[in-house]
């Protein structure tokens, strides 16, 4: 992977838009952009664009240079990208993920879990928290009323193991890399 490569997916991991990122890193001349300039370029109000740079900068992945005026008494507004520093982001981020999968993955072997029939984001509750429900509110969904259904585990197990070799496989990547 190219050190280009490594910041358009760092940033793009914290902007959640890979082409944005990808505009962000292809305009900056030398590693460094014009917030007003980026502005037009990117199509993106003010304030968004600073919110998005300030989360940029939370993981060190920009840094604000300074702002000066133009001739025209404009105030312009400087950030430089911190491509040297892309990597170890992204490594600590997966190396995150990772460890979420395997604590969702224990969690999911060790016991049953229930989740709403129409739409699991509703609720998900082990079994002895239907149990324990079973006299008040029944075996159904608080928020639609659907019944509760049994999680298919293998399916979850599945979608986790395939998560982690992919994840698994970007470390290896990234990790193995001369930085
Ligand atoms: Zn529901």
Redesign the pocket.
């Given at each position: 992977m190219s050190e280009e490569d490594l910041i358009v997916l760092a940033l793009a991991v914290v902007a959640r838009d890979l082409s944005l990122a990808r505009k962000m890193v292809n305009f900056a001349k030398d590693g460094v952009l014009e917030e007003g300039e980026m502005q037009e370029k990117l199509k993106l109000p003010p304030t968004e664009l600073r919110q998005l740079l300030y989360r940029m900068q939370d993981s060190n992945l920009v840094v604000q240079l300074g702002t000066k005026e133009d001739e025209a008494g404009n105030r312009l507004t400087y950030w430089r990208i911190n491509s040297d520093l892309a990597k170890s982001f992204l490594l600590r981020r997966f190396k995150e993920v990772r460890e979420m999968l395997i604590r969702r993955r224990e969690e999911e072997s060790s016991g049953e879990y229930y989740v709403?029939?129409?739409?699991p984001t509703?609720?998900r509750l082990s079994f002895d928290e239907v149990i324990s429900r079973m006299d008040e509110s029944g075996l159904?969904?608080?928020?639609?009323?659907?019944m509760l259904e049994p999680v298919d585990r293998d399916k979850i197990m599945e979608e986790i193991e395939k998560m982690l070799d992919v994840l698994d496989k970007a470390l290896e990547v990234l990790e193995g890399e001369a930085s």
């Open positions: 709403c029939a129409a739409d509703h609720i159904v969904c608080p928020v639609c009323g659907a």
